[in-house]
């Protein structure tokens, strides 16, 4: 019986990361994990429980002023003993074993209770964005959830962005769509991440409820090569359109920077302007960034 549920369940994840509706059945290569796979799948239920996880903050800046505009919260695992393992790691497995729910939780705890403490010691507030999995909007009550330990934590919606992938966005539109909504309407802010890399669509832009599009850091790399540019531009004339602030991940060089500015990004972020900060470091800047 055990056995049985452990093939139904590797075959509904398989499913799960298909677009729209699947069936699947059960292949025994869904089980043929590398040890360190099943390794870290082991280890992830018992990493949640003891808080394993910290978040580390990079900065997002107003293009042209350079003024700091927020934060982005990255999630890391730091094991009591051992090196630090990749979120390219760790967040697969949490999807796979539907461990993901409980580690949102826990991210957006860190997450609230940061911004809390900024705000008691005083600092100007900018919002921090993390990021959604799709399959946490699968539960119909995660926006809500969402809603709730904003109000447990004392803080303002305003100051929560929610980030999630246009992939996700249309693989799950139905499910998305309405809990978006309903964050947006409580005034939380929404983005749309690695725009450019999926099934982007102009009535999907239109139909999600966001505040921004954030341009993948592949769109970014080329600059400033001039079919580069041109599609940079029409994507800023799109986002402009839709009254979204668009946001030029992956700045690595100053040309990068200057190249986004100008084709009307209106927010930039990679690792020429700052890379992810502690949650001490993250804090300096916000200070400085109100002299």
Same mark, same amino acid.
């Given at each position: 019986?055990?056995?049985?549920?452990?093939?139904?369940?590797?075959?509904?994840?398989?499913?799960?990361?298909?677009?729209?509706?699947?069936?699947?059945?059960?292949? /025994? !290569?869904?089980?043929?994990?590398?040890?360190? &796979?099943?390794?870290?799948?082991? =280890? $992830? #239920? %018992?990493? @949640?429980?003891?808080?394993?996880?910290?978040?580390?903050?990079?900065?997002?800046?107003?293009?042209?002023?350079?003024?700091?505009?927020?934060?982005?919260?990255?999630?890391?695992?730091?094991?009591?003993?051992?090196?630090?393992?990749? /979120? !390219?790691?760790?967040?697969?497995?949490?999807? &796979?074993?539907?461990?993901?729910? =409980? $580690? #949102? %939780?826990? @991210?957006?705890?860190?997450?609230?209770?940061?911004?809390?403490?900024?705000?008691?010691?005083?600092?100007?507030?900018?919002?921090?964005?993390?990021?959604?999995?799709?399959?946490?909007?699968?539960?119909?009550?995660?926006?809500?959830?969402?809603?709730?330990m904003l109000q447990q934590h004392g803080v303002a919606a305003e100051a929560l962005e929610i980030e999630i992938t246009e992939t996700?966005?249309?693989?799950?539109?139905?499910?998305?769509?309405?809990?978006?909504?309903?964050?947006?309407?409580?005034?939380?802010?929404?983005?749309?991440?690695?725009?450019?890399?999926?099934?982007?669509?102009?009535?999907?832009?239109?139909?999600?409820?966001?505040?921004?599009?954030?341009?993948d850091r592949s769109m970014l790399a080329p600059l400033p090569d001039p079919d580069a540019l041109a599609i940079l531009r029409a994507?800023?004339?799109?986002?402009?359109?839709?009254?979204?602030?668009?946001?030029a991940e992956g700045v690595e060089t100053e040309a990068q920077a200057r190249a986004a500015e100008a084709q009307g990004c209106t927010?930039?972020?990679?690792?020429?302007?700052?890379?992810?900060?502690?949650?001490?470091?993250?804090?300096?800047?916000?200070?400085?960034?109100?002299?």
């Amino acid at each position: 019986a055990a056995g049985l549920l452990r093939a139904s369940d590797s075959a509904l994840h398989r499913a799960k990361a298909q677009p729209g509706q699947a069936c699947v059945f059960f292949d /025994p !290569a869904m089980q043929q994990h590398s040890p360190a &796979r099943l390794q870290t799948e082991q =280890a $992830l #239920g %018992r990493a @949640i429980r003891q808080h394993e996880f910290l978040l580390q903050y990079q900065p997002k800046f107003s293009a042209g002023t350079r003024r700091l505009a927020g934060f982005e919260a990255l999630v890391r695992w730091q094991p009591p003993e051992g090196p630090r393992i990749s /979120p !390219a790691d760790f967040i697969p497995a949490a999807e &796979r074993t539907g461990q993901i729910r =409980a $580690l #949102g %939780r826990l @991210i957006l705890t860190i997450a609230l209770e940061q911004i809390a403490r900024w705000r008691r010691d005083g600092l100007p507030e900018v919002s921090v964005a993390v990021n959604a999995s799709p399959l946490q909007f699968e539960d119909p009550g995660f926006a809500s959830e969402v809603l709730a330990m904003l109000q447990q934590h004392g803080v303002a919606a305003e100051a929560l962005e929610i980030e999630i992938t246009e992939t996700a966005a249309v693989n799950r539109m139905t499910l998305v769509l309405p809990q978006l909504a309903q964050l947006r309407q409580a005034g939380v802010r929404i983005a749309l991440d690695d725009f450019g890399t999926g099934q982007s669509s102009l009535t999907m832009l239109r139909r999600l409820p966001i505040h921004s599009m954030k341009l993948d850091r592949s769109m970014l790399a080329p600059l400033p090569d001039p079919d580069a540019l041109a599609i940079l531009r029409a994507s800023c004339v799109l986002g402009q359109s839709l009254r979204l602030d668009v946001v030029a991940e992956g700045v690595e060089t100053e040309a990068q920077a200057r190249a986004a500015e100008a084709q009307g990004c209106t927010h930039l972020q990679g690792y020429h302007l700052g890379r992810p900060l502690d949650a001490q470091a993250a804090g300096a800047l916000l200070a400085a960034s109100a002299d």
